[in-house]
C-alpha cells in the first residue's frame, strides 16, 4: 500500500467533526488530535521548522528551497546589475515566490465522523454493499459516476459515517508530497509552506490563520473532488436566519386571534422560488438552501445558506429574503417576521484571474501525468476564498474523493496516488518559474 493510502486510513480514523454552536477556536477539541499527530509526524521526518499553533489549532510546516544538488538550497538568479544614480551597485537577485499547501482537518457536521471503518474495495462495477447488517447498498444506477471506476480501488466506508476524503484526502496527499521530498533531496522545489487548517466546513477556517507566519506568495488548497479538476471560481455565500413570533390562544377560542408561527414559517418559505434549491440546480445555477427548521405555535426559525457565482445576483437573493419577510409583515399587519442575513465568504475568481499562472502550473503538472484537466466551478467555498480576499490567491485542487458530506463518500486509491504527483509536479515547476 502506498504512503498516501496508509497515511489517510489513518487519519480517517480520527473524529474531528467541527460544531458550528460551540462558539470556541477550535469548535471541537478533538480536532487537535489529528493536529498534534500531524505535527509529530512532520518533525519526525526532519523538517526543522513546523509550529503547531495550540491555542487555534493550526499546524504550520516550512521547506526551504532545494536546488536538488546535494540537497542544497537553490542560488537566486543574478545578472551584473546596474548602477543608480550616485553611482551605487543596485542589487538584481530575483526573489523566486514561495508556494503554500493547504488542506482542512475537519469534517462536515451532516453526517457523524466516529468510528469510521473504511475499507479498500476492488471496484468491479455494479453495487457495493456497504453494509449487510443494515441493508446499506451503494448504487450505481443512484450514483452513475461509479462507472468511471470500474478497475480501480475505492475506499469507502461501512454505510453509518461519512469517510472523511473531504478533506483528509488532502490532508494525505499534502503530507505525502512533504514525505517525497524529505526522503529525496535530489529532487528539486521551491521554498513551499504547509497549513493544516481547523473548522473550514464550519466557516472558520481562516479566523486565526497566520498570513504572516506563512509567509506564502501563492497556495492551493487540496479541498476538491473528481480527478482533474481545477478550482478558482466558487460561491458567493451568505447564512440567513429568519424568526417568525406568533401568538397562542386555546384552539377553542382561537378564530381571528391565533398565529401559528410555524404555518406563518410554510407561508414565507413558499414565497421563495421553488426550484432554486440545492436539488435542482448545477453549474454556475444559485440556491436557497434550508438547512434547518423548527417552530411551535409562538415561534418558529428557519436557517438559510444562499449561493450564487454572480455578486449581482447574490445580492438579488439575499434582498428576496428581506422582501418576503416584508411581505408577510404586511399580510398580517404586524411585525410577525424578523430576519438576519451575514455573508459568509465571496467568489474567489475576481482575486485569482491576475494570477492565472497558478491554473497553468497545475494544468501543466497533470497533463504530464496524462489526466485530463478541466476547470469548474465550486459549488460551495473552500479556505481559499477567504485566504484570497486576505491577499494570497490560492485556487482549488482536486483530491479524488467523491459524494462528501455523506455516508456514500469514497475515494479513489489511483486517483490520491495520482494526485500525490501532481502536487510533486506543482511545487518543481515554481522553482523553475
Sequence with gaps: ????????????????????ETGTSPSTAKQHDLAKL??????????????????HCYVYAFLPENDG?????????????????GGEKESSVKKRKKLGFIAHMDTAMEVTGADVKPRIVPYEGGDIVLNE??????????????????????????GTTLLGADDKAGVAEIMAMTAFFVKHPEVPHGE?????????????GTDHF????????????VDGGALGELEYENFNAASAEVEICGRSVHPGDAKDKMINASLVAMEYHALLPETETPAHTEGYEGFYHLTDMSGEIERANLSYLIRDHDRERFEQRKERMR??????????????????????????????????ELIEYARGAMDELGIPAKTVPIRGGTDG???SYMGLPCPNLCTGGRNCHSRFEYACVQDMELMVNVLIGIAKRFLCE
Design 385 to 387: 476564498a477567504r485566504l
Design 192 to 204: 513551499l509552506r504547509i497549513a493544516f487548517t481547523p473548522d473550514e466546513e464550519i466557516g472558520s
Design 323 to 356: 422582501k418576503a419577510a416584508e411581505e408577510i409583515n404586511t399580510r398580517y399587519g404586524q411585525e410577525l417576521v424578523r430576519m438576519k442575513i451575514e455573508d459568509s465568504y465571496y467568489n474567489m475568481c475576481e482575486k485569482i484571474k491576475p494570477h492565472l
Design 1 to 20: 500500500m502506498s504512503d498516501v493510502i496508509d497515511r489517510f486510513l489513518e487519519y480517517v480514523r480520527i473524529d474531528t467533526q467541527s460544531d458550528e
Design 38 to 55: 500531524l505535527y509529530e509526524q512532520l518533525c519526525a521526518m526532519g523538517i526543522e521548522r513546523v509550529v503547531y499553533d495550540k491555542e
Design 69 to 85: 544538488v546535494d540537497g542544497g538550497s537553490a542560488d537566486l538568479e543574478k545578472d551584473a546589475g546596474s548602477r543608480n544614480e
Design 210 to 221: 497566520d498570513l504572516k507566519l506563512f509567509d506564502a506568495d501563492c497556495a492551493y488548497t
Design 133 to 158: 447488517e443494515k441493508n446499506i447498498i451503494f448504487s450505481q444506477q443512484e450514483f452513475p459516476e461509479l462507472a468511471q471506476y470500474i478497475g480501480k480501488d475505492l475506499i469507502v466506508t461501512d
